[in-house]
């Protein structure tokens, strides 16, 4: 009996240990997601480098995938799994999604992203139309020059 019992209490005790972080796998985020969502997690997030942000997003694209973690039992666990996966890649992580969702601090920096390729387009279009107006001015110059190499060549003509 003493050896049925120890048994029984380790045996609960491994599945009580199997509830710990875990290593996964998968292609995308999205994968993830599911996977965990379909096994009873409750806390999930994605951390990935800042240089991966954007104007158009989180810069997830070529292959990038962001670390993530999950847990039973917090979001900060969740939070720490997925940071310590992603130091691995940068020193300079963030958390970009709980639970699926963008953070605060992930909006913010997609915005500021938007905000910079806006004023280097802008930027950009004004050194358009300067170069524009300067071809243009350039342009009325060499017109008024020629106008006066004829009006010299008819008074040449004249004489």
Known sequence: MKKFLAILVLGLF?????????????????????????QGYI????????FWVDADGM?????????????????????????????????DCFVSH???????????????EKAEELKKEKKQK?????????DQLDKEENEKEEEKTEEKVDDDDFF
């Not at 710990?20 to 965990?36: K, Q, S, W």
């Not at 806390?43 to 800042?50: C, E, G, V």
């Not at 995938?65 to 130091?87: D, M, R, V, W, Y």
């Not at 004004?126 to 300067?134: F, T, V």
């Open 126 to 134: 004004k050194e358009e139309e300067k170069k524009k107006e300067e």
């Open 59 to 91: 810069g997830i694209k070529g292959g990038r995938k962001p670390a993530s973690g999950a847990s039973f039992h917090s979001q900060q666990e969740a939070n720490t799994i997925a940071l310590n996966l992603c130091a691995q890649i940068s020193y």
């Open 43 to 50: 806390y999930i997030t994605r951390a990935q480098p800042r």
């Open 14 to 38: 491994l599945v009580g240990c199997a509830t710990g972080p875990r290593l996964f796998n998968f292609d995308t985020a999205e994968e993830f997601e599911r996977y965990v969502l379909s």
């Open 98 to 112: 709980i639970s699926g969702s963008l953070t605060y601090e992930a909006r913010k920096l997609i915005d500021e």
